[in-house]
């Protein structure tokens, strides 16, 4: 059946300037995400090596803090990319460039208030408790942590430049900006791997420090094809701050709940309760997994701003068609996991040998984790592209509860298979729930909280 889907977009994108703009982005992200994902699963090996498993997993677990600095931003980032889709849509490139203007400086505030509370922490905090390991001095954790903590601030204001292009609906090139950041990256440590001794500080220098000076980059160009987005001394409005501030907030509610409480704190659970060398079994089996999520994500990404695009010219049979399509592609996206699933012990014995071991049942709950995530994906990408986010909120708020009480519960005595089985059963919720509200959107039947 898939074989007859995409030939049939391509024949309406034909006709269709907005089908084409999303064709077009699947195409081009798809190349830049493929690319990407061999740069993540060449990384993976390579830092295994460079490092060994201990040390490995203590830079897994790092990441799951600096995965917090994302969703600090207060949603401002999703609010700007939202109300820049709508102003474009309108042709309204003076309010798009103020809205612009606002949201860096709203997050350049921010970032250093966030950066003079949580640096001076990671020297007072027992980073040696965090992080149980036995070859990493406290010393090294705290200005490891603390160089990744600078890079990730600085990233977490340029990163608003690649939201412009979302907005404008040119995903392609916020893809081409991660790519180059991997394969950079991927460049460095190899020669670092050939020319010095193992650097847990090293490597977090570099995978921190080299998607910041590809994101300043990315800005001097946009300004310099994009002169009216330039902001003025006169761009600074903070009546459109009030408004990205108060429709971010929601974002980031749904962020620190079904993303930095659930998803985010895996690796710190599984460390904290199992060790680190077993985050480096969780995250070799979820790497392998994730190029599910990668490739759903090349072919929905587009389609947040396509869908907030159709909605401002009431152009709701094309949402219902294209929500269809993504459902239908979720169902093979699963179909593609089972067959995973079936060779993933050959796929671990290619990519990272005998130095780590991955239990069937770990990538079968892995695997299960995905499928629900991708779901939940499907469901929110036209719920935010709408506008549409109380119901997300609850939801949210709710999964989290269910989470939480089953962390409570298990307390780790099931190690990652548990961990996992925790998060499967908070977005079990949450995607049930969003498919029922799309379901009223595309009928448009949504009323009272259900269209808020």
């Given at each position: ?11 309406k ?10 064709i ?5 992200s ?9 740069c ?13 498993p ?8 790092m990441?799951?803090i600096?995965?917090?600095f ?12 939202n ?8 042709d309204d490139y ?7 203007a606002t ?6 505030v921010?970032?250093?208030?966030i950066?003079?509370?949580v640096?001076?922490?990671t ?7 965090l ?12 200005s ?7 890079f ?10 690649g939201?412009v292009?979302?907005?404008m609906q040119?995903y392609?090139?916020?893809d081409?900006?991660l ?22 500080t090293?490597v ?5 420090a080299?998607p ?7 800005a001097?160009?946009?300004?310099h ?11 600074l ?5 009030k408004?990205?501030?108060?429709k971010?907030l ?10 930095l409480f659930?998803?985010g704190?895996?690796n ?21 997994f994730?190029?599910l ?24 049979m ?6 269809g399509?993504s459902l239908f592609?979720?169902?093979l ?15 671990y ?9 991955i239990?069937?049942?770990v ?6 984790y995905v499928?629900?995530f ?6 929110t990408y036209l719920?935010?592209?709408?506008n549409k986010i109380r119901?997300?909120i609850?939801?949210s ?14 307390k ?6 548990g961990i ?5 059963a ?9 498919l029922?509200q799309?379901h009223?959107?595309?009928?448009q039947?949504?009323?009272?909280i259900?269209?808020?």
């Amino acid at each position: 059946m898939a074989g007859f889907v995409l030939p049939d977009i391509l024949s309406k994108a034909k006709k269709d300037h907005r089908s084409r703009v999303v064709i077009g982005n699947i195409i081009v992200s798809g190349a830049m995400k493929g690319c990407s994902l061999l740069c993540s699963l060449i990384m993976v090996p390579l830092t295994i090596n460079y490092l060994n498993p201990e040390n490995y997993g203590i830079w897994m677990a790092m990441t799951s803090i600096l995965y917090w600095f994302i969703f600090m931003d207060i949603g401002l980032g999703n609010g700007m990319r939202n109300y820049l889709a709508i102003y474009f849509a309108k042709d309204d490139y003076p309010k798009a460039r103020d809205c612009f203007a606002t949201s860096l400086f709203l997050l350049t505030v921010l970032a250093l208030l966030i950066g003079v509370i949580v640096i001076p922490l990671t020297y007072f905090l027992d980073l040696n408790y965090l992080f149980p390991a036995h070859q990493a001095s406290r010393t090294l954790l705290q200005s490891t942590l603390a160089i990744a903590v600078v890079f990730s601030l600085i990233q977490f204001v340029l990163k608003s430049v690649g939201l412009v292009y979302v907005a404008m609906q040119k995903y392609a090139i916020y893809d081409l900006m991660l790519f180059l950041s991997n394969i950079l990256s991927v460049i460095i440590i190899y020669i670092l791997t050939k020319t010095t001794e193992s650097s847990l500080t090293a490597v977090v220098t570099t995978i921190t420090a080299v998607p910041v000076f590809v994101f300043a980059g990315s800005a001097l160009m946009l300004f310099h094809k994009h002169r009216e987005l330039r902001p003025t001394r006169n761009s600074l409005d903070l009546s459109i701050g009030k408004e990205i501030i108060s429709k971010g907030l929601g974002f980031f509610i749904i962020q620190i709940t079904s993303c930095l409480f659930i998803f985010g704190s895996a690796n710190l659970l599984i460390s904290h309760y199992c060790g680190p060398e077993q985050v480096t079994v969780y995250n070799v089996a979820y790497k392998l997994f994730n190029v599910l999520i990668i490739g759903y994500t090349i072919l929905i990404s587009p389609m947040w701003n396509a869908y907030t695009d159709a909605a401002v010219k009431g152009d709701w049979m094309w949402i219902r068609k294209c929500f269809g399509k993504s459902l239908f592609l979720w169902g093979l996206s699963v179909a593609g996991g089972l067959i995973l699933l079936a060779l993933c012990g050959w796929f671990y014995s290619i990519w990272v040998g005998d130095g780590v071991t991955i239990p069937f049942e770990v990538s079968a709950s892995i695997l299960l984790y995905v499928s629900l995530f991708n779901l939940n994906n499907c469901t929110t990408y036209l719920i935010n592209g709408l506008n549409k986010i109380r119901i997300q909120i609850i939801t949210s708020f709710g999964a989290t509860i269910v989470y939480l009480i089953a962390i409570y519960v298990i307390k780790g005595n099931y190690g990652i298979i548990g961990i996992s089985l925790s998060m499967v059963a908070a977005y079990l919720l949450m995607s049930m729930v969003h498919l029922y509200q799309c379901h009223l959107f595309i009928r448009q039947k949504a009323m009272g909280i259900w269209n808020k």
